[in-house]
């Protein structure tokens, strides 16, 4: 497929809009790459599309609200084209179910999480059936539902969507979870814990960088526990860190990340690859949920405060560089005033470059929604912004730090923000923005720090002779603001 893909006006459009985590993003692109495969050309608004499916999430109820609205305001769309395809899909699908065709008379299509890569088939479905029946038909004369789970469906995640100078791309290594944290849903909406055969992942790594990908991050529900059903550990290092090496060492590709591990799962084979693995990028997200032991039991998350700390004091004591980000949860059931201190206090001592807080959310079928203690919803808003306020003030003093530094970024392509300005991360995965100029797209570039927001970057480019001069100690002029 080449860059005009999707220029073809009188293919039929798809629209696709995603909710939620980074694997969702994942998940709509490879849904996406079959109907490009099929012919179809991408909309770039709901109004020109002739199928629209709504990928969705179920971590928190807000995002489940978020997707039904938008699904609500479709109405209009139907009423004036009935033969626009509707669909939801994913994780808020796997969970109602046919809940959602009752809900929503105008939705044709609900499929669940292991069915993802049937999206393009049964939309054909539905369109032939339309076709057949004739004009006047009605709408609903073929409406699917498949929320079941299949064998194998893990391994259907590993098409992309080809682009001019792709910098990065999401690489799905597994699905599922078998945790069962009180407060989540994800084992419920993505089943149990399966992964893809490393040699598949390895030659997917491959294929990207052939198209030009210089970063790579691989994703799953708890990815440092890869494949720990699957295959063995070899000496001394699991079957996580033995697929780190095997991707790291993928001719073409200059960076490696990974999202979400527990901390259960994060041993000293996986340290020594952060240090040792070149292409490993310093940054480390590590979900500590809570800083109270009695919460982080009810939470059922296998760890105690000091062993989280324990383990941060191992990761900065191996690698002082690393960017360390979290997530956290306010209002958890049962959640005193003193464990939301202790929750400060962690923040407090590991001093996180960036942290996701959260109010709790019950969600049905997760065994915290079934508790009487709940927080109330104007107490669960003070501590989360209590908690908000300290942590940007952290960030903010921790971004200070790289003012006047020099960091070398992976030119992404524009800021979503600001036209003029391509954004780009550090290894750290600092957000930086610098001018927009072509030839940067996809490239690794030096740049010095300017400014910050403390979550976001102003930087200029270092030019080879500047830096020449600067080794010679030639005084710099100082860089132009923004």
Known sequence: ??????????????????????????DSEAVLHRFVAQGYRI??????????????????????????????????????NPSVVLGFLGCMAQRRGGELLNDF??????????????????????????????????????????VDAEPGSQNQVRDHLPSRRKASAFVSIMQGCNMRCAFCIVPVTRGAERARPMEEIVEEVRQLADQGVREV???????????????????GRSPFVQLLERVCSVPGIARV?????????FRDDLIAALRDLPALCEHVHLPAQSGSDTILRAMGRGYSRSRFLQLVERIRATLPEATLT???????????????????????????????????????????????????????????????????????RKA?????????????????????????????????????????????????IVETTGYTFYAEPVFAEEREERLLGVPTPPAPGR
């Open 326 to 396: 979290t997530d956290l949860i306010v209002g958890f059931p049962g959640e005193e005033e003193a464990d939301f201190a202790q929750t400060r206090s962690l923040v407090e001592t590991v001093q996180f470059d960036q942290a996701y807080i959260f109010r709790y959310s019950p969600r049905p079928g997760t065994s915290a929604a079934a508790r009487s203690d709940s927080i109330p919803e104007e107490e669960k808003l003070r501590r989360n912004h209590e908690l908000l306020g300290l942590q940007d003030a952290i960030a903010l």
């Open 1 to 26: 497929m080449k860059d005009g893909w999707q220029r073809n006006p009188e293919a039929p459009a798809i629209f696709l809009r995603t909710y939620g985590c980074q694997m969702n993003v994942r």
């Open 43 to 80: 909309a770039r608004s709901e109004e020109e599309a002739d199928v629209i499916l709504l990928n969705t999430c179920s971590v928190r109820d807000l995002a489940e609200e978020k997707a039904c609205g938008k699904m609500t305001s479709l109405r209009a769309r139907k009423r004036e």
């Open 217 to 235: 991050t691989l994703l799953g529900q708890i990815v440092n526990l890869y494949g720990r059903h699957e295959f063995s550990v070899r000496d």
């Open 400 to 448: 200070k730090q790289l003012l006047r530094q020099e960091v070398e970024i992976l030119v992404e392509g524009e800021s979503r923000k600001s036209p003029h300005r391509f954004q780009g991360r550090t290894r750290g995965n600092h957000l930086v923005l610098v001018r927009a100029e072509e030839r940067w797209r996809g490239e690794l570039l030096r740049v010095r």
């Open 257 to 265: 990340r990974f999202t979400s591990p527990h901390p259960i799962g």
């Open 105 to 146: 008379p105008e939705v044709d299509l609900v499929l669940g999480t292991q069915k993802l890569h049937k999206a393009m088939i049964q939309v054909e479905r539905i369109r032939a059936a339309r076709a057949a029946a004739g004009p006047g038909s009605p709408s609903e004369s073929l409406r699917i539902l498949d």
